[in-house]
């Protein structure tokens, strides 16, 4: 009996002795990977004397692992410096021409001219401007497409930021005897105030192009729990069911507004601007009955991000 005790114990006691082995065995390899990840993360990873155990073999696959992905996130950040310096380059270039143009044909209409060559240069003019616009605004999609462009999110207030974004369309919609309404409240969201008022205006600027003579646009503002709306309708031509999932699509337009001047990519800005800031847009509409496009925006956000010099370019 005293025999089968003794066994029982020094079989109990190996047992804990071997648990205690694995535990302290998982443990140091554990320990081990978490000292090479740390050391991956910091970017000091070497690999170690390598022997036949499997935590070597592990670390001289991590090493190789990060080794491949360095080399591919240099050659992506290569890429990228380049694509950011055609693009300067681009809008640099094209500056002093377009500019020059547009003195020509300002030139040009002082001059004592026929009617018609009146129209070819108001045309030329036209033209040059639709020009310009779209070498801006392809300048933008590819900053925004390849992340040179970063979102400073702040807190502001929107009945200030709505008061100023109603100060610089009012002239616009003067012109086509719109009337603008504006409904704020003392709101507040976390967004970059410098590319969502460009988001906003490109819609608002839409609203104004496609409502008729003597029109209507409703500016307001609602509250939820995490975000705050900006709300912008109008009883113009409205959008067909079919033609709202493409109509935030890069230069995309609809057959019904092609005599309108624009190429397509405001509303495709405005929906990558708003989702680098956490926010997205709705839209609602029917065909001739006006379009309600709503803006929301997060209620909170971070402040340690900020513009990259490529977007200052």
Known sequence: MEIGLVVILLIG??????????????????GN?????????????????????RASKL?????????????????MEEQRNQIQQTVSDLSHQTKTPLSNLLLYTEYLSEKNITEEERKLVFKIEEQTEKLDFLIHSLVKISRLENDLIRIHGQKHGL?????????MYQEKAREKEIHMWIESQDVWAYFDEKWTL?????????????TGIGGNIWIRVKEYELFSV???????????????ANIFGRFYRSQR????????????LSRRILSLEGGYIKVTSQEEKGARFQVYLPKTGSNNVTVSKACEQ
């Not at 670390?59 to 050659?75: D, G, Q």
């Not at 906003?200 to 192009?209: E, R, T």
């Open 13 to 30: 006691f190996s047992l804990i002795a071997f648990a205690i082995y694995m535990i302290g065995k998982t443990n140091r390899i554990l």
């Open 33 to 53: 990977i978490e000292s090479m990840l740390d050391r991956a993360i910091s970017g000091k990873f070497e690999e170690t004397i390598y022997d036949e155990s």
């Open 59 to 75: 670390e001289a696959k991590l090493f190789r692992f990060i080794s491949v992905n360095k080399i591919s996130l240099n050659h």
């Open 159 to 167: 009945k200030e930021f709505l008061d100023g974004l109603y100060e």
């Open 198 to 210: 460009e988001a906003v205006g490109n819609i608002l600027d839409n609203a104004i192009k496609y």
């Open 230 to 244: 900006i709300e912008i309708e109008d009883d113009g031509m409205g959008v067909s069911r079919e033609e709202q």
């Open 257 to 268: 507004v092609n005599h309108l001047p624009g190429v397509g990519i405001g509303l495709y």
